[in-house]
């Protein structure tokens, strides 16, 4: 325990410390692929979304539903964010194929503050996510979800800097990658990648954080049937 409360005081201080320059700290995404019809997934975590919950439902084999809520108290620089995001998803079948293919779409709003630059705004983004996961893969006693995806965020800021408007549109870039590593249904999650804004636009009207990622907890709340692809006989 005194580990990992170390390392979640050593996360939170990465990113409560930021550079001046910056007004726009990514928030985390969710990367969940399913395993199974009816299957749900609780999870929180720590990092640059500060203090998140996050959950989703697998509505079909194909078809599913996320969200999250995320806050971050004011650190260092008295920089302070709230974001919310939901999501729907469409996944290739796991229940055949352990690699998932998934693809979400989705929106999130929220405001933030840095005192030591006079900012202030309120936040509205819309994203397309592609990714591709390994699903309850078997390492030796444990299980593994890992991940590699992209997500195109179009982010519109309006707010004030220093008693002036503040206002921008902009497109930029989340490359990442990630693993679930546990039990069966509780396993510890790394989130790790890059913002990248269009090039030419770094320095230009919101400035955005080019690094971003969480740790935490996911459980994952399903029946006990194994898929199709677990009860094939070999051979056949």
Known sequence: MKKIACLIGACYSIYSCKPPSYSYVPAAMNTTAYSRTGEGQLGFMFGSPGIGAKGGLA??????????????????????SKEFEFSAGIQTDAEKHDGVTSFYIGHSGGSNEKKRTGLTGDFNRTFFQLQHSAVDVKLGGARLDGYIGLQVNYLSYKGTKESSPFNDYLWYYQPYFGIAIGGKNVRFELLQGLAIKNTGEWSNGVRVFPWFGHIGMLFKIRNNKKPERLLQTPGL
């Open 59 to 80: 509505i079909t084999k194909n078809i599913n539903v996320n969200a999250w809520v995320s806050t971050l108290p004011p650190g260092n620089d008295d920089y302070g």
